[in-house]
C-alpha cells in the first residue's frame, strides 16, 4: 500500500505545454503540499492544503496551480510550461501535529525541452 | 534573510564510526526542527522531531540535538553503516508550520 503516489513519475514535454501531475494519499492526513527540488537539491515549499483551504502560497508563478478536489487528492497543474521549470516535484501530506513527520511521494521528474 | 545551512555538501566516514552532520540557521526561531533521509529518485523519509525546548532526542542508533541559542543542530548516526549511506536533510518548522529545507548532505559510510 503506497501511503502518497504521485504520477507520472517521468514527465517530458515540451516549452508552452500544459501539463498536470497528481497525488493522493491514503494515510487520513490532514494538509497535503508540494514541493520542487532544484538541480541543487534544495526543497522549496510551493502550495499545501488543508481541508480544501491553501494555507500556504509561496511567492511561485500563476502558471502552476493547485487544484484539491478532496482531502485525499492534491494536483499540480502547470500551464506554459518554462524550461526553468524542469525539476523533481514531491507531493507530501502530513497530520496537524508534527510528531510524524511529512510522508513524501516517490517524485515526479519533469524535464521541459 | 532566512538561512539554513547544513555543514558539508558530502561526508566520507568509515564503517563502524559515528557520523556527525551539522545544520544552522540564522534569521529564524523554528518551534521545532526535523530531519529526513533521501535516497537517490526517491522522496525524502521522516526521521526525528526536536522541539525548541528540547535538547536531545534519540532513536535506535540515531541522537539529535538542538541549541536554540547556537541556532544549530547536530544529528548523529552511531555505529554507521553502508546501509546508512544517503542524503540528510533537516527541515525548519514555525509556528504556522511553514517548513523550510536545507540542501542536504550526503554521507557515504565506506566499508
Known amino acids: 500500500d503506497t501511503a502518497v503516489s504521485q504520477t507520472p513519475k517521468y514527465l517530458v514535454t515540451q516549452m508552452g505545454n500544459d501539463k498536470s501531475i497528481k497525488c493522493e494519499q491514503n494515510?487520513?492526513?490532514?494538509?497535503m503540499y508540494w514541493y520542487k527540488q532544484d538541480s541543487k537539491k534544495f526543497l522549496k515549499i510551493m502550495f499545501s492544503?488543508?481541508?480544501?483551504?491553501?494555507?500556504i502560497n509561496e511567492t511561485v508563478p500563476n502558471r502552476f496551480s493547485p487544484k484539491s478536489p478532496d482531502k485525499a487528492h492534491l494536483n499540480l497543474h502547470i500551464n506554459s510550461l518554462e524550461l526553468g521549470d524542469s525539476a523533481v516535484y514531491f507531493c507530501?501530506?502530513?497530520?496537524?501535529?508534527?510528531?510524524?513527520?511529512?510522508?513524501f511521494g516517490s517524485g515526479t521528474r519533469l524535464t521541459v525541452v | 534573510s532566512q538561512k539554513i545551512e547544513q555543514n558539508s555538501e558530502a561526508l566520507n566516514i568509515q564503517e563502524g564510526k559515528t557520523a556527525t552532520l551539522t545544520c544552522n540557521y540564522t534569521n529564524y526561531s523554528p518551534a521545532y526542527l526535523q530531519w529526513y533521509r533521501q535516497d537517490p529518485g526517491r522522496g525524502p523519509v521522516f526521521l526525528l522531531l526536536?522541539?525548541?525546548?528540547?535538547k536531545e532526542k534519540r532513536k535506535e542508533r540515531l541522537k539529535v540535538t538542538f541549541d536554540t541559542t547556537l541556532k544549530q543542530s547536530l544529528f548523529h548516526i552511531t555505529a554507521s553503516q553502508p546501509a546508512d549511506s544517503a542524503t540528510y536533510l533537516c527541515?525548519?518548522?514555525?509556528?504556522?508550520?511553514?517548513?523550510?529545507f536545507g540542501a542536504g548532505t550526503r554521507l557515504t559510510v565506506k566499508p
Open positions: 492544503y488543508n481541508n480544501k483551504e491553501l494555507i
Open positions: 526536536i522541539r525548541e525546548n528540547e
Open positions: 507530501a501530506s502530513s497530520q496537524d501535529d508534527r510528531d510524524h513527520g511529512y510522508t
Open positions: 527541515a525548519l518548522g514555525s509556528r504556522n508550520n511553514d517548513m523550510r
Open positions: 494515510l487520513g492526513h490532514d494538509t
